[in-house]
């Protein structure tokens, strides 16, 4: 089946087109939004959705084969890879309360709350089946008036319809699990990477197109090791790429 893409827009000036296609491409296929296998448009349909030349489409496409993200088949078309590589982490640690009393401040401002078939990471985290349906919080946390970073959380069905519109816009979703829902957590593993922002990311985060960005991965863990929360968040500002593991004190 081939996929309804419906791009954001691109933006004119020093950035050029491919470079912008790349990343917009890259973290919707890494956030599941292109799944594995799915056909995407054809390089003049492409071309045509973004308001641009062939040419920039082709680079991004080459660009994109070569790290393994699409796959190119002569008289088929342009494929998500059913398998693209895997990163590689160094481990630091810590506690979870150290995480919860040092959290960033802020506003938090719920944008969305909707029912989506999970992404691959999502179902194989939570051990759901492909597809199978999840609620995806997305929401803005600001600064001093200013987008600090967009959170998107990914919780069970039943987990989400319990939590008050009131705290989404207030709580951490750490704080929410321990305070709110009683959950004792027992582990959270963070996959944290620098990333250039794309027309959408810079658009939610106040920031050109481009502009360094730190990409957080969070897994959620209760104390019996029952996955608890699975969430993806953008901050302003970049770092190297690690993984974090916090335990708690009990």
Same mark, same amino acid.
């Given at each position: 089946?081939?996929?309804?893409?419906?791009?954001?827009?691109?933006?004119?000036?020093?950035?050029?087109?491919?470079?912008?296609?790349?990343?917009?491409?890259?973290?919707?296929?890494?956030?599941?939004?292109?799944?594995?296998?799915?056909?995407?448009?054809?390089?003049?349909?492409?071309?045509?959705?973004?308001?641009?030349?062939?040419?920039?489409?082709?680079?991004?496409?080459?660009?994109?084969?070569?790290?393994?993200?699409?796959?190119?088949?002569?008289?088929?078309?342009?494929?998500? *890879? %059913?398998?693209?590589? #895997?990163?590689?982490? $160094? =481990?630091?640690?810590?506690?979870?309360?150290? /995480?919860?009393? !040092?959290? @960033?401040?802020?506003?938090?401002?719920?944008?969305?709350?909707?029912?989506?078939?999970?992404?691959?990471?999502?179902?194989?985290?939570?051990?759901?089946?492909?597809?199978?349906?999840?609620?995806?919080?997305?929401?803005?946390?600001?600064?001093?008036?200013?987008?600090?970073?967009?959170?998107?959380?990914?919780?069970?069905?039943?987990?989400?319809?319990?939590?008050?519109?009131?705290?989404?816009?207030?709580?951490?979703?750490?704080?929410?699990?321990?305070?709110?829902?009683?959950?004792?957590?027992?582990?959270?593993?963070?996959?944290?990477?620098?990333?250039? *922002? %794309?027309?959408?990311? #810079?658009?939610?985060? $106040? =920031?050109?197109?481009?502009?360094?960005?730190? /990409?957080?991965? !969070?897994? @959620?863990?209760?104390?019996?090791?029952?996955?608890?929360?699975?969430?993806?968040?953008?901050?302003?500002?970049?770092?190297?790429?690690?993984?974090?593991?916090?335990?708690?004190?009990?």
């Amino acid at each position: 089946m081939e996929v309804k893409f419906k791009p954001a827009p691109l933006l004119s000036g020093t950035i050029p087109y491919y470079y912008q296609i790349v990343g917009l491409l890259r973290r919707k296929i890494e956030e599941g939004e292109l799944p594995p296998g799915l056909k995407l448009p054809n390089e003049l349909e492409l071309a045509k959705l973004f308001g641009i030349s062939r040419v920039p489409v082709r680079r991004a496409f080459s660009l994109l084969e070569a790290d393994g993200l699409l796959v190119r088949q002569r008289g088929r078309g342009t494929f998500v *890879a %059913d398998d693209p590589p #895997a990163p590689d982490y $160094s =481990v630091l640690s810590g506690i979870i309360e150290d /995480y919860i009393s !040092t959290g @960033i401040k802020g506003t938090l401002h719920l944008l969305s709350m909707d029912e989506i078939p999970a992404p691959r990471a999502v179902a194989e985290f939570f051990g759901f089946d492909e597809g199978e349906t999840v609620s995806l919080i997305r929401r803005i946390r600001s600064v001093d008036g200013i987008p600090y970073s967009y959170i998107m959380n990914y919780l069970p069905l039943a987990t989400a319809a319990v939590i008050p519109i009131k705290e989404l816009n207030e709580l951490n979703m750490v704080i929410i699990f321990e305070k709110r829902l009683g959950i004792s957590l027992r582990k959270i593993l963070q996959a944290i990477e620098a990333k250039s *922002a %794309d027309s959408e990311i #810079a658009s939610l985060l $106040s =920031v050109d197109i481009a502009s360094p960005v730190m /990409y957080v991965e !969070t897994f @959620i863990r209760s104390n019996m090791g029952v996955p608890a929360g699975f969430s993806r968040t953008f901050y302003r500002g970049d770092c190297y790429k690690y993984l974090v593991e916090l335990s708690s004190r009990k």
